[in-house]
């Protein structure tokens, strides 16, 4: 049997490790030149006028909600069919959630679900980009021009994808990143923000490192040692050694897009005339960044037991999401009713997702469809 094949890892080289050790030879482990290096670099690969970078991708969701100090009990519509972070978010600044249906084909939020859950209450919309591929960008800025509403793009899926040819970033209020190592590129832990509005991105990195406003001897003329505290920030930066390790993946990042597109067509060249699964489906007007390969399965077949035996043959399949409505903390809070989200039930009965990251190669991918023959070869004899 083929040893385990995950269904995420990340790719790290002796150049990464390189980058990594000259920074743990340096006088600067955190705080240094490497952050503000990272920044702009990431600023330059998105188009972006502004990053910032934090320690996870939870963090830069967290501070982004924070940035727009939204009244308490206010309502933010999100997807249901994403990692909790998204929605968690939401909690962390006293705000509630409010769930949108998704469309079938993509998985992403509906942009119709989105218009039928506005209420007085609703101030700002948080769309993930799921597996990569963008969502109806443009429907859902008309949504929030229409409603005066913030825009959130979570992108932790997504960085390098394009939306009408220009490259995801700048479309909403905030864009968010993630270096995860399941996701594209990694610096252990590490998320980022970026966004076009300068004080936007000055309440970002105010609010990044405890809420001090280090600029004010500058701004006032005050003694050197002098800083204010102007709102209740946190400790989320992200060390110059993560940095590092950031700067160098960045470099490979379109390399390993172009590799994930390449053994995603692998699997949909095999899978694409099964008429027991259906593979994915990409818009377009899109460039999708593939961090995830998904398939549904036809409803006749058990989803729960095509996942063991592909685990009992060692392939790292995995289930994203469990509707975040389905938690026992969102059910004991929220009163959500389980018939608003029609399509985020069925997709969720029938999903799957398949191994995909940088070194996963073909002999893998014809044992992974082999396989996957084999479940269903078992099912229709029965
Ligand atoms: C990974 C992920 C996050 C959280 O990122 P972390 O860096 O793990 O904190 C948020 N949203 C989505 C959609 C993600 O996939």
Same mark, same amino acid.
């Given at each position: 049997?083929?040893?385990?094949?995950?269904?995420?890892?990340?790719?790290?080289?002796?150049?990464?490790?390189?980058?990594? %050790?000259?920074?743990?030879?340096?006088?600067?482990?955190?705080?240094?030149?490497?952050?503000?290096?990272?920044?702009?670099?990431?600023?330059?690969?998105?188009?972006?006028?502004?990053?910032?970078?934090?320690?996870?991708?939870?963090?830069?969701?967290?501070?982004?909600?924070?940035?727009?100090?939204?009244?308490?009990?206010?309502?933010?519509?999100?997807?249901?069919?994403?990692?909790?972070?998204?929605?968690?978010?939401?909690?962390?600044? $006293?705000?509630?959630?409010?769930?949108?249906?998704?469309?079938?084909?993509?998985? $992403?939020?509906?942009?119709?679900?989105?218009?039928?859950?506005?209420?007085?209450?609703?101030?700002?919309?948080?769309?993930?980009?799921?597996?990569?591929?963008?969502?109806?960008?443009?429907?859902?800025?008309?949504?929030?021009?229409?409603?005066?509403?913030?825009?959130?793009?979570?992108?932790?899926?997504?960085?390098?994808?394009?939306?009408?040819?220009?490259?995801?970033?700048?479309?909403?209020?905030?864009?968010?990143?993630?270096?995860?190592?399941?996701?594209?590129?990694?610096?252990?832990?590490?998320?980022?923000?970026?966004?076009?509005?300068?004080?936007?991105?000055?309440?970002?990195?105010?609010?990044?490192?405890?809420?001090?406003?280090?600029?004010?001897?500058?701004?006032?003329?005050?003694?050197?040692?002098?800083?204010?505290?102007?709102?209740?920030?946190?400790?989320?930066?992200?060390?110059?050694?993560?940095?590092?390790? /950031?700067?160098?993946?960045?470099?490979?990042?379109?390399?390993? +897009?172009?590799?994930?597109?390449? %053994?995603?067509?692998?699997?949909?060249?095999?899978?694409? $005339?099964?008429?027991?699964?259906?593979?994915?489906?990409?818009?377009?007007?899109?460039?999708?960044?593939?961090?995830?390969?998904?398939?549904? %399965?036809?409803?006749?077949?058990?989803?729960?037991?095509?996942?063991?035996?592909?685990?009992?043959?060692?392939? /790292?399949?995995?289930?994203?999401?469990?509707? +975040?409505?389905?938690?026992?903390?969102?059910?004991?809070?929220?009163?959500?009713?389980?018939?608003?989200?029609?399509?985020?039930?069925?997709?969720?009965?029938?999903?799957?997702?398949?191994?995909?990251?940088?070194?996963?190669?073909?002999?893998?991918?014809?044992?992974?469809?082999?396989? +996957?023959?084999?479940?269903?070869? $078992?099912?229709?004899?029965?």
């Amino acid at each position: 049997m083929e040893d385990y094949i995950p269904y995420g890892l990340h790719s790290i080289d002796e150049r990464d490790i390189a980058e990594v %050790l000259n920074v743990l030879r340096s006088k600067w482990i955190t705080t240094g030149p490497k952050v503000q290096e990272f920044e702009k670099a990431i600023s330059k690969y998105t188009g972006a006028k502004y990053t910032t970078v934090v320690n996870s991708g939870t963090s830069a969701l967290d501070i982004a909600v924070k940035v727009f100090d939204i009244k308490t009990g206010s309502e933010v519509i999100t997807t249901p069919f994403t990692f909790m972070a998204t929605s968690n978010a939401i909690l962390y600044n $006293n705000l509630v959630p409010i769930f949108a249906d998704i469309i079938k084909e993509t998985r $992403n939020i509906d942009p119709d679900a989105i218009r039928s859950r506005i209420t007085k209450k609703t101030k700002a919309i948080i769309y993930v980009d799921y597996a990569g591929q963008p969502c109806d960008i443009k429907e859902i800025q008309e949504i929030a021009d229409d409603h005066d509403l913030y825009l959130i793009e979570d992108a932790c899926h997504a960085i390098g994808s394009e939306y009408e040819g220009k490259k995801i970033g700048t479309f909403a209020d905030f864009t968010i990143f993630s270096f995860h190592p399941v996701k594209h590129i990694t610096t252990g832990e590490g998320g980022a923000v970026t966004t076009n509005d300068p004080i936007f991105d000055e309440k970002l990195k105010i609010l990044r490192n405890h809420g001090i406003d280090k600029d004010l001897h500058k701004r006032q003329s005050k003694a050197d040692y002098a800083y204010d505290m102007k709102l209740l920030g946190r400790n989320y930066r992200l060390t110059d050694i993560q940095c590092a390790l /950031g700067i160098s993946q960045l470099k490979k990042l379109d390399y390993f +897009i172009d590799k994930r597109n390449m %053994l995603t067509k692998s699997y949909s060249k095999i899978l694409d $005339n099964n008429d027991f699964i259906e593979t994915p489906t990409v818009r377009p007007d899109i460039k999708h960044a593939w961090h995830l390969y998904t398939i549904l %399965l036809d409803e006749r077949l058990n989803r729960d037991e095509f996942f063991q035996f592909m685990k009992n043959n060692n392939i /790292g399949v995995n289930v994203h999401y469990i509707p +975040i409505y389905h938690f026992s903390y969102y059910k004991t809070r929220f009163n959500f009713k389980i018939d608003d989200f029609p399509v985020t039930e069925e997709v969720f009965k029938r999903i799957i997702t398949l191994p995909l990251h940088v070194g996963l190669n073909q002999t893998q991918i014809h044992y992974i469809c082999n396989k +996957i023959e084999e479940f269903l070869l $078992n099912v229709v004899k029965k």
